[in-house]
């Protein structure tokens, strides 16, 4: 696999011999071509970050609540380290977010997950995050009583600080991919997760067109954004 080294930033091919890899991760809001090909993954430590948070008007082509759930259920029941992701917790009135959650929350019971990650956008050239630290807060601990009652904690990406010392948290702060999901030794970023090498560059263009995607951030590189869309 051709990629930059994280610490560096010098480009270079890793080896994905199963002895040399120590797990692969990924994040997907659309995990259907693991479960398709889970065979072709056996040799390997397999960690499956899946986004699903209904916001199909901004993430195009996404999966509907329906198929997200599904695939939620399907996904965890082949693979061990199967996390759900409600991130970007979505801009939508906070009865219609809460009516998405709770749909979602119904298939993480079933799929035996415990906790769900959250975050709220990142800057980004077309949508940006208008809601205050108090908004967040409070749909944090909106969010962290729904996800109580079905026994699944909500946790905010450690990368988000504000609310280090707030009072009157439901919700708990930590990493998302956690060193000890891996068997070995990982060197780990600022934030406490692990560091990994990913083949995306912020070099390369996308074509689904979504209208939030901070991976798709033209202030990032001006030449990335795909002019199809």
Known sequence: MVAFD???????????????TLGLVFWTKNPKNLILNRSLLNPYDVIIHMTATGWSEMEKGVPTLFEAGT???????????????????????????????????????????????????????????????????????????????????????????????WTGK??????????????????????GCALMVDPFTINEACGCCCEYCYAADKTLALHRRNTTC
């Open 71 to 165: 695939l939620l259920v399907a996904a965890s029941k082949l693979f061990e380290k199967v996390y759900w992701r409600f991130s970007p917790v979505p801009l939508l009135p906070r009865k219609e977010l809460l009516l998405r959650f709770q749909r979602l929350l119904a298939y993480a019971t079933i799929a035996k997950r415990d906790r769900v990650y959250v975050s709220f956008l990142q800057s980004n050239d077309k949508i940006p995050e208008t809601r205050s630290l108090q908004e967040q807060f409070d749909i944090l601990n909106m969010l962290s009583e729904e996800g109580k009652a079905f026994g699944i904690r909500v946790i905010l990406c450690a990368d988000n600080q504000n609310f280090i010392n």
């Open 6 to 20: 994280p610490r560096t930033a010098a480009p270079g091919v890793w080896s994905l011999d199963p002895k040399d």
């Open 170 to 191: 439901l919700f708990q702060t930590d990493v998302c991919v956690h060193p000890g999901d891996f068997k070995g030794k990982v060197q780990l970023e600022s934030c």
